[in-house]
């Protein structure tokens, strides 16, 4: 308990700190750096008794500590990443996490064994694995932060993802291989099964676990529990009841989850369940940067801890900065031209962006505290971790940073754009001017200073864009179609959150709006932004063309083809009925934003096109099959309904109008009717 409350009370002031301060230092080194201080006072300060509980955590079995830290870590990862991105990169992701980590790994282990004599092959091979695992958390905020292509950071840390599993399968082989000597047929097999087989795993129990949360209805405690208690349930089916890697299995549940969008979970609880796994997630790394520091420094001997060693660490710090640099430069020159190709610059983040974190901090631990090798090499492969890790968090952060801050600038011209298009201060002024003469009438504010406040906030000059007039015309063509192409991305990401507010509101259902944002996703991908004739391919009464195929075997046809072409019809008509709500609504939205006439003609003209086509299509439908469009749109009607009265009745209860039993009385009749309709 000690512990924790250091642990966490530390790393909220810590953080606090390095915030208001703006401390350039990485926040996970300073971490780390905390843990060795509370390492000397548990050995130098603290009474008896209070030694005790911290040297508890020191000698804690590492194989708990990867069970119960590292599930949330990956899970959190993976289910928020996102997934059409993870799809379109998912070769390079691939190539950067199998055979990019089994080549760093056999090349820094035979460094090590070049220049650690006191190293046998096995040993050097095993320190190679550890250092193989990426951690990108430091670094992806860093991008984040300074406005990186979203791309890139889903390449980041989709990388490091099946980076962490693949250099956990790695390290498991290795150990049975210092234990007992195995063949290549067998390494190939117990590979296979580590990998492969909990990918497998991994999908099968996110499936199910999706499926039992599709079928809890209004109970958000039950949902939360599942979601976090399903982590634990699949890493320990994979690594202790079937031998895969547990961790491989996390990230395909996670992936799984992220496909379906979390929309196996209630609308009113995913913002919770972001909230909550964000939470424990920094909490779980804050506690593992601070538990290594406290080890480093209680658990490791330095007696064979020298110069050379220092000089090694060194040594190997940029042996594998330079693995990493042809590794990428590798993946560069096949990638380049691809889909979702890669600039020079971005190579360059990416290859400074393999910064090593818990994985190899929990991984040295595990050696460290189990297994059976001398303690000269044991506390050496805990030395060149911990080392490692401090040297890329401190140098590769700032080199990224630097990199960033000098290079790309097209972050800097998109905020311009955007600022040009939504005229965001210029409406600030008009919010200001409204709410000033409503508070002016309020007699609660009669002494008010009003001149300050007018000249504070009441716009006095409209000066906005004076600089833009004097261009050429060349110059005026080429700015005009940056802000039309800005606008149309602009529209195009508020109809995605429009489609999930749709959802939310439940006038849209959990595989539409999946379905409508996968829509909106591809049509990012084009060079044009041109959205008009995206609801083409669902304007049809036929379905998904693998399962037309397999309607198209008599007897599959003749069993299910009506209850198929029922499903698509359905499903079709819901997502263009979608599909044309959310950009009318966005629309009407923008309307009030975006000031340019011409910008927000051509937004009219693309979306007018589609629904053209898609309200010849839900009419076509009306006139073919009157009655299942009557019965969808009356349940539809009928929910909306029934969840109308609970937001009235929440708004009730939370006024202190409506007491606690009557509450959950009407609450209980409600939810009653609309788990009817559920069904």
């Known amino acids: 308990m000690l512990f924790i409350i250091l642990t966490i009370v530390g790393s909220c002031f ?32 603290f009474l008896e008794e209070h030694k005790e509980l911290i040297y508890s955590w020191a000698n804690l ?24 991105t993870i799809k379109k990169l998912k070769y390079q992701i691939l190539f950067l996490a199998m055979p990019c980590v089994l080549f760093s790994s056999c090349l820094t282990g035979l460094v090590i064994k070049l220049f650690e004599s006191s190293f046998n092959w096995g040993s050097a091979f095993l320190l190679g694995s550890i250092l193989s695992a990426t951690d990108p958390i430091a670094v992806v905020n860093i991008l984040k932060n300074l406005g990186v292509s979203h791309k890139l950071l889903v390449l980041i840390e989709g ?41 497998i795993i991994g999908l099968i129990l996110g499936f199910i676990f999706n499926e039992i949360i599709k079928r809890i209805f209004n109970d958000e405690d039950i949902e939360l529990s599942l979601s976090i208690i399903s982590c634990y349930v699949t890493f320990y089916i994979s690594e202790k009841l079937i031998g895969c890697s547990g961790i491989l299995s996390i990230v395909a549940q996670g992936l799984y989850i992220s496909y379906t969008r979390q929309t196996g979970f209630s609308p009113d609880l995913i913002q919770t369940l972001e909230h909550v796994w964000s939470f424990l997630s920094s909490i779980i790394n804050n506690i593992i940067f601070v538990l290594a520091g406290l080890i480093i420094f209680l658990e ?15 040594l190997l710090y940029l042996t594998i900065s330079i693995i990493r640099f042809i590794m990428v430069g590798i993946f ?26 818990e994985i190899t901090l929990l991984l040295s631990l595990i050696v460290k505290l189990e297994f059976h090798l001398s ?3 044991k506390d050496k492969i805990c030395f060149y971790s911990s080392g490692i890790v401090i040297l890329t968090i401190l140098i590769n952060s700032y080199l990224v940073k630097y990199i960033v801050n000098k290079c790309m600038t097209d972050k800097e011209q998109e905020l311009t754009l ?22 002016k009438q309020n007699e609660f504010f009669i002494k008010t200073n009003w001149q300050k406040i007018e000249q504070e906030y009441k716009q006095q000059n409209d000066n906005n864009m004076i600089e833009l007039d004097i261009i050429s015309n060349e110059e005026k063509q080429d700015q005009d179609q940056d802000l039309m192409m800005e606008s149309k991305k602009i529209f195009l990401q508020c109809l995605k959150k429009e489609y999930w507010s749709l959802f939310k509101r439940h006038m849209i259902y959990k595989d539409v709006v999946v379905k409508l944002i996968e829509i909106i996703d591809n049509v990012l991908d084009k060079e044009d932004f041109d959205w008009s004739m995206s609801i083409s391919p669902y304007c049809s009464t036929k379905g998904d063309s693998y399962w037309n195929q397999c309607l198209d075997i008599e007897i599959l046809n003749l069993c299910f083809g009506k209850c198929f072409q029922i499903y698509n019809i359905k499903h079709n008509y819901n997502i263009v009925v979608g599909y044309v709500m959310g950009q009318r609504e966005v629309l009407t939205k923008l309307c009030d934003i975006i000031d340019n006439v011409e910008i927000f003609e051509e937004l009219e003209k693309c979306s007018q096109k589609s629904e ?40 009730l209860y939370n006024d202190g109008e409506l007491s606690e039993k009557l509450y959950e009385k009407f609450i209980h009749d409600i939810h009653k009717q609309e788990y009817t309709l559920h069904l």
Do not use: W
Request: glycine share 6%; charged share 20%.
């Open 61 to 84: 079995d590492p194989h708990i500590m990867l069970s119960v830290f590292i599930p949330p870590l990956i899970y959190e990862s993976s289910f928020n990443i996102d997934y059409h």
């Open 612 to 651: 053209k086509m898609g309200l010849k299509f839900l009419k076509k439908i009306e006139e073919i099959y009157p009655k299942l469009v009557s019965d969808m749109e009356t349940n539809q009607v009928s929910y909306m309904i029934l969840k109308n009265q609970e937001v009235y009745l929440n708004r």
């Open 418 to 439: 955007d600022e040009n298009i939504l005229q965001v201060k210029k409406h600030l002024f008009n919010v200001n001017n409204e709410l000033i003469c409503k508070l």
């Open 300 to 314: 490791v001997s330095y007696e064979h801890i020298s110069g050379n060693e220092v000089g090694g660490l060194i």
């Open 14 to 45: 810590i953080k606090s700190v390095t915030k208001e301060k703006k401390i350039p230092i990485p926040y996970s080194f300073i971490l780390l750096i905390y843990g060795l201080l509370i390492g000397v006072l548990t050995k130098y300060v």
């Open 375 to 377: 303690e000269e090499i």
């Open 159 to 199: 990388e490091s993802l099946l980076n962490d599993g693949t250099a956990y399968c790695l390290f498991v082989i290795l150990e049975h291989a210092l234990e007992k000597s195995i063949t290549f047929e067998l390494i190939l097999g117990q590979f296979c099964l580590l990998t492969f087989g909990g990918l």
């Open 332 to 357: 560069y020159l096949i990638f380049k031209n691809s889909e979702y190709g890669i600039s020079k610059v971005n190579a360059l983040i990416l290859s400074l962006s393999g910064l090593r974190g």
